[in-house]
């Protein structure tokens, strides 16, 4: 297959991160083993690392330990010095390891494996427009999907932020987020575990057929659901959490939602019912990690792209 559109030839350089939010145990604990057992991720011509991030957060047992790691890979914050919560001086350990982020990077390729407590099935999260990402997914999904153990992955894409993005995957030249739910933090559950191993050994055996040219010449049809809003909790009396994400919903995570259907449930019992726009998926339901945040959920468009 010729090169995409501004896509070097070769992917030489990986990175294959868990701990990134140290209370998400599913990543950190296949990176481990990737460590214990290097061959496991060794492809011809690439150069692999694996990498916990945030082992402080993980020994600790918790998300981050103040501020978020994930959000402390802005070109702007990376270079300035006087910002000193932990996770901003973590960040700018992984950038001068893997980076620096921009066309310079030393990393080709960061697989950032992250977890949820929603029923978000496996899913890989790619943050912009990257075709090369697009057409790996592509390919990703329909092999596993054709394996005499069929394993079900979609394709989730957040916009690209305002400025640059601030996600530890963007340091590199392509950056993909494996996010694998329902599992609650701080623990395992082995078929997530092996499901998410499987997409991740599958991804770098795409990868390296492509730097021998051998992926397949058709154009692919991809389902791709891009966030386009998030709902807030609505506010209390007392300026607090004033109701619940109604049961229903919780259980229909990436199912279209309808004007009309229950949406929140008050503590009283009365039902506040959704009334936006029709056809959207519900995605990222009550999750626990959007509680500061006042996300009670996100909405995804589905469309399909050719890859």
């Known amino acids: 297959m010729p090169a995409l559109p501004d896509t070097p030839d070769f992917i030489r350089s990986v990175a294959l991160v868990g701990g990134t939010h140290g209370d998400e145990l599913t990543g950190v604990h296949l990176v481990r083993a990737f460590l214990r057992n290097p061959r496991l991720v060794e492809r011809?011509?690439?150069?692999v690392t694996p990498l916990i991030a945030n082992e402080a957060a993980v020994a600790a047992g918790r998300r981050d330990l103040g501020h978020d790691l994930n959000r402390a890979f802005a070109a702007a914050d990376l270079a300035n010095p006087e910002?000193?919560?932990?996770?901003?001086?973590?960040?700018?350990?992984?950038?001068?390891?893997?980076?620096?982020?921009?066309?310079?990077?030393?990393?080709?390729?960061?697989?950032?494996?992250?977890?949820?407590?929603?029923?978000?099935?496996?899913?890989?999260?790619?943050?912009?427009?990257?075709?090369?990402?697009?057409?790996?997914?592509?390919?990703?999904?329909?092999?596993?999907a054709e394996h005499t153990e069929p394993l079900a992955v979609r394709c989730y894409q957040f916009p690209a932020p305002a400025g640059d993005a601030p996600y530890l995957p963007s340091i590199a030249r392509h950056g993909l987020g494996i996010e694998v739910g329902p599992i609650a933090p701080g623990s395992m559950n082995a078929e997530i575990y092996f499901r998410t191993r499987r997409l991740a050994l599958t991804l770098l055996d795409l990868v390296a057929e492509y730097n021998q040219g051998a992926w397949p010449d058709e154009t692919l049809s991809l389902d791709v659901y891009t966030q386009v809003a998030t709902?807030?909790?609505?506010?209390?009396?007392?300026?607090?959490?004033?109701t619940m994400v109604h049961p229903e919903?919780?259980?229909?995570?990436?199912?279209?939602?309808?004007?009309?259907?229950?949406?929140?449930?008050?503590?009283?019992?009365?039902?506040?019912?959704?009334?936006g726009e029709a056809g959207l998926f519900p995605t990222f339901v009550n999750e626990p990690s959007y509680y500061p945040k006042n996300i009670a959920l996100c909405l995804a468009r589905r469309t399909q792209r050719q890859a």
């Not at 919903?249 to 019992?269: C, H, N, S, T």
Request: proline residues 10%; hydrophobic residues 40%.
């Open 231 to 242: 709902i807030p909790f609505p506010e209390g009396d007392d300026g607090g959490l004033g």
């Open 44 to 47: 011809p011509g690439m150069n």
């Open 83 to 144: 910002l000193d919560a932990y996770e901003q001086v973590r960040a700018r350990q992984i950038n001068a390891l893997l980076g620096p982020k921009g066309p310079s990077s030393k990393t080709d390729l960061i697989l950032d494996f992250h977890s949820a407590a929603s029923d978000m099935g496996l899913n890989c999260n790619i943050t912009g427009e990257d075709p090369w990402l697009f057409r790996l997914v592509a390919l990703a999904i329909r092999r596993l």
């Open 249 to 275: 919903r919780i259980r229909a995570v990436y199912e279209p939602i309808l004007p009309g259907d229950p949406l929140f449930v008050g503590f009283d019992g009365a039902v506040i019912p959704y009334g």
